[in-house]
C-alpha cells in the first residue's frame, strides 16, 4: 500500500509507480468522489471532440476536394454585376 501526505495548498503526491501503472501524466484531469471509505480519484475520459471544436470547427474539411465553395463565389458575384 502507498502512502502520501497532504500538502498546505491541498496538493497530493501520487507516488511514482502508481502514476506509471495507470499511465498518467501532467496535465491529467481526475475526477475526486467521496464515497463511504473515503476519496476516491478517477481519472477524467476525454471526449473526441472538446466543446470549443463543435460547431464550425466540426465541419473543417467536410468540403474537401470539391469546387462548391468558389462555384457559389463565382455565382453570387456574377448576380452582384447585374
Do not use: F, N, Y
Not at 500500500?1 to 496538493?11: F, L, P, R, Y
Not at 480519484?41 to 471532440?49: D, G
Not at 472538446?50 to 460547431?55: D, E
Amino acid at each position: 500500500m502507498a502512502m502520501t501526505t497532504v500538502s498546505s495548498k491541498g496538493q497530493v503526491l501520487i507516488p511514482r509507480q502508481l502514476w506509471e501503472k495507470h499511465r498518467l501524466t501532467s496535465g491529467t484531469r481526475l475526477e475526486v468522489r467521496e464515497t463511504d471509505e473515503g476519496l476516491v480519484l478517477l481519472p477524467v475520459k476525454r471526449a473526441r471532440h472538446a466543446p470549443a471544436q463543435i460547431g464550425w470547427r466540426s465541419l473543417r474539411g467536410c468540403a474537401k476536394g470539391t469546387t462548391a465553395l468558389s462555384d457559389h463565389l463565382i455565382e453570387h458575384r456574377r448576380k452582384a454585376k447585374r
